[in-house]
């Protein structure tokens, strides 16, 4: 299933719903107590399966997607979303190339770290430029992993039972301020930072681990393209390695690192400007599409 968050056009109520192409089943009508994707996360597979019996019975109530507004499928995360950094030999390469000493080094271990979003921006939302503090703004297409239960002491082998999904973040970053504070977490966490969605795919809509073409655009022109098979570090280990020392809650969101083709890997490098439109996109997934301001 593909799952949303969106509001009416005549309110700002956020529902969380099925996306069916273009038509979308609000599920509050069928589990009133599911007030936001978290809630619907930590209800497991049962409401899972009874939405599915809903959908297939056909008795479910449809709204045209054109009356409604998309917003992130998890505006308000539960907490920091995890993140991996230089996380594709490709865009490791290019990244020590922008800067050595920031980026440059052997990796035999995953690089973390953690993305403040005080509320994830929505698709067709609006990135703010932030000039007044950077002038090097960066986007990043990446696959996101939603833990669907509590895991801890998760071996790689069952890591993919704990998974509830999958969606696009774009881990827009402020190079100049990532570099200057040796390390990521201030220049990877202004506001609007974290544009995400379309939606959610539910974990049995994709084959594991994920082998999905991976691509960003910027005003239309092609500057990503990869596969999410080509992770240094893959799923099942990123999730068995932090949940052996951490519990990863039901609702954390993991963002699996960026491939090549990012503003900074170019020479000269082609940063975001005001006007420009992003669109990140992940095969089976969807368009995260966003306009910087």
Not at 126 to 134: A, F, N, P, Q, R
Request: hydrophobic letters at 40%.
């Amino acid at each position: 299933m593909k799952l949303i968050t969106f509001t009416n056009k005549d309110d700002d109520k956020k529902q969380v719903a099925v996306l069916d192409g273009t038509k979308v089943f609000p599920i509050n009508r069928l589990l009133p107590q599911i007030s936001d994707m978290n809630a619907l996360i930590e209800a497991g597979d049962d409401a899972l399966c009874r939405i599915r019996a809903a959908l297939s019975s056909g008795h479910g109530e449809y709204l045209p997607l054109d009356t409604v507004t998309v917003c992130a499928p998890i505006p308000r995360p539960k907490q920091d979303i995890i993140c991996l950094g230089i996380n594709y030999m490709a865009h490791a390469e290019e990244a020590a190339r922008f800067e050595n000493e920031a980026f440059g080094g052997e990796r035999p271990a995953p690089i973390y770290f953690s993305k403040r979003t005080n509320e994830a921006t929505a698709p067709d939302g609006v990135i703010l430029s932030h000039s007044d503090i950077t002038d090097s703004l960066d986007y990043e297409a990446e696959l996101a992993v939603i833990i669907g239960r509590d895991a801890k002491n998760v071996s790689p082998q069952d890591a993919e039972d704990y998974i509830f999904g999958y969606t696009i973040i774009n881990d827009v970053s402020a190079r100049n301020i990532q570099t200057r504070h040796k390390q990521w977490y201030f220049g990877k966490s202004l506001d609007t930072f974290t544009p995400m969605g379309p939606c959610i795919v539910t974990a049995d809509e994709i084959a594991f681990p994920p082998d999905l073409a991976i691509e960003s655009r910027i005003n239309g022109e092609l500057r990503q393209s990869s596969r999410t098979s080509f992770l240094i570090f893959g799923i099942a280990h990123v999730i068995s390695e932090l949940s052996a020392g951490m519990t990863l809650e039901a609702g954390t969101i993991i963002s699996m690192g960026t491939p090549s083709g990012v503003g900074m890997g170019f020479d000269p490098p082609r940063f975001l400007k005001p006007g420009d439109t992003v669109e990140c996109s992940i095969e089976g997934i969807g368009v995260l599409k966003n306009t910087v301001m």
